[in-house]
């Protein structure tokens, strides 16, 4: 019954596998770090930085994987991409989106990928996306998802709304203005920096993932997809990544 109520809820696909088999115990958190092409120097500095190098260790000893998370070429195997093969052959820390190509309009799309494909390769306790111009406190973020292990669908993150622009041609324009209301408000969603999601959100999105809709910007669209379910949204000022403060967890370049 508990089984078939979760089907309905979209929480659980109707393709499981054997529920019967004890699952293996995965990592604490996925960690999907938004790269692009002709970044190298922003990714070289967060392997120094906070992304150990020795990422094995780091996937054992803390139940941490970090994943730079790139598509691909518009144009498939030009220099784009061989730079990117060629990189992950030394550093093997690149989750490529095969299917999707990479270009910033397409952001929204990526990140929906990104949950999706991430949920369907690890089972962990929460999946995180993370722009790669953000320093992330590890220690700090651990520490404060230990507090909501309790809660089954949660969405943590620096909660924010704002302005929807209706103008073409504006940097921030939405297609899709019309939807939000005479307001021209968009309702709260955690801001793009950094923000996890349990692993029955990661899973409702795989589930999902034909049927969500995208808008023009990422954070909107993952705040659309719980603001009608019922998600537990956390408000952590940590999550704001604009100054490092005391006991933050991330901190923008």
């Not at 659980?12 to 790269?35: A, L, R, Y």
């Not at 498939?76 to 190509?101: A, C, P």
């Not at 651990?142 to 073409?168: H, W």
């Amino acid at each position: 019954m508990e089984l078939t109520a979760a089907r309905q809820e979209g929480f659980i696909s109707k393709q499981s596998s054997d529920m019967s088999k004890t699952p293996e115990k995965g990592p604490v958190i996925v960690i999907g770090i938004f790269t692009s092409f002709g970044r190298k120097n922003d990714r070289d500095a967060i392997r120094k930085a906070w992304m150990s190098t020795a990422l094995k260790k780091m996937e054992e000893k803390k139940g941490i994987v970090a994943r730079f998370v790139i598509g691909r070429s518009a144009n498939r195997g030009d220099s784009l991409d061989r730079s990117i093969d060629s990189e992950n052959s030394q550093t093997n820390d690149f989750f490529i989106l095969e299917n999707h190509v990479e270009a910033p309009e397409e952001l929204s799309k990526k990140t929906k990928l990104f949950f999706a494909h991430a949920a369907d390769s690890w089972t962990a306790d929460y999946y995180a996306k993370v722009n790669d111009n953000v320093f992330v406190n590890l220690d700090s973020l651990g520490n404060t998802l230990a507090s909501y292990l309790s809660d089954p669908r949660v969405y943590i993150g620096c909660m924010k709304s704002g302005e929807v622009f209706s103008e073409q041609g504006h940097k921030w324009y939405e297609p899709d203005w019309w939807k939000f209301g005479d307001g021209k408000t968009y309702f709260r969603h955690a801001s793009t920096e950094l923000f996890v999601i349990s692993q029955a959100l990661a899973r409702y999105i795989s589930i999902n993932r034909s049927l969500l809709r995208t808008y023009a910007h990422d954070d909107v669209s993952v705040g659309s997809w719980f603001i009608g379910a019922d998600v537990k949204h956390v408000d952590d000022r940590k999550f704001c990544c604009s100054s490092w403060s005391s006991g933050a967890i991330c901190s923008g370049v």
